[in-house]
Nanobody, 117 residues
């Protein structure tokens, strides 16, 4: 399984970015996919995850600002991040979590999002 993430970068506070993560070698239909993020000295935290059926879950501080969607035909998930804040600055990691036996988890390499004030 390989995960190809894109869309990170630098934006000013209040701006928007869209991340995408495409999986190859694995079926989105048998998994949940999404994003976690991490800053130095802190644990990785949930940003958003989605099932192939469209059920999404979000971290508390992302509710109402971030939207995750999935495209089953492209085995890709998208994270639209709006009204970004400096505290959203982090490395964002794509996660592929297979939910049928055999279960396993893969992580992408991470993409840096920087929000300047």
């Amino acid at each position: 399984v390989q995960l190809q993430a894109s869309g990170g970068g630098e934006v000013q506070a209040g701006g928007s970015l869209r991340l995408s993560c495409a999986v190859s070698g694995g079926r989105f239909s048998a998994a949940r996919m999404g994003w976690y993020r991490q800053t130095p000295g802190k644990q990785r935290e949930l940003v958003a995850m989605i099932t192939s059926g469209g059920t999404a879950s979000y971290g508390d501080s992302m509710q109402g600002r971030f939207v995750i969607t999935g495209d089953n035909s492209k085995h890709t998930v998208y994270l639209q991040m709006n009204n970004l804040r400096p505290e959203d600055t982090a490395v964002y990691y794509c996660k592929f979590q297979r939910v049928v036996t055999p279960t396993f988890t893969y992580w992408g390499q991470g993409t840096l999002v920087t929000v300047s004030s």
